[in-house]
């Protein structure tokens, strides 16, 4: 399992998000600086311990409706080789680790193979900011062996999402900058 420290990181992932996120293409707010607000999430262990897997969601309040979005995140001891360049959010001074290198989860290899074993109850989401703590509210719903389906993250989340078409998906849960609380379907996967 893996140990949440508590320290510093610098920049913060959510300075590191505000500039990253206005450059993808999915994001839906608009043109200038996002103020973003953490919202929720969950982790996944890395088998091997080496990699920090965070699947967070933050809310854009710039816009007159907050957009929730979920950012997969990793995080390494070194440089990961052989992604497109746009698949590094950042690099960061962690207080503990030293330095880390951020990345966009969905071009990481651990971070998929972690999510594909988690839809096929291989894997146990933990708890975004509690050590050794698996978190019941993440649920997989209508998977089974995961061999030979595509996953699809949703960048943008919605509440209550229908999803018509998939064999199933990974649903959980965020809290708007109200305080209302909501859920939506993190990631779907279909046969190919």
Known sequence: MAYIH??????????????????????????GTPELVKAGGFRLDDPEGEVGIE????????????????????YRGAALEGVPGEALIGTSEHGVLGPRWIY???????????????????AVPQHQSTSDTPDPTVTVHGIGPAD??????????RPAEAVEGSSGRLVAG??????????????????R
């Open 104 to 122: 966009d989860g969905v071009h990481d290899p651990v971070v998929t193979a972690q999510l594909r074993a988690l839809l096929r109850g291989e």
């Open 6 to 31: 508590r320290t510093t990181l610098t920049p913060t992932k959510l300075e590191l998000l505000t500039e990253w996120l206005p450059k993808q293409s999915w994001y839906v707010g608009e043109a």
């Open 148 to 157: 030979g389906l595509d996953v699809q993250v949703n960048r943008v989340l």
């Open 55 to 74: 699947f967070m969601v933050v809310v854009d309040t710039t816009a007159q409706e907050p957009v929730a979005y979920l950012a997969p995140m990793s």
């Open 174 to 191: 965020w809290t708007w900058p109200d305080g209302t609380d909501a859920r939506g379907v993190f990631a779907t996967v279909a046969r």
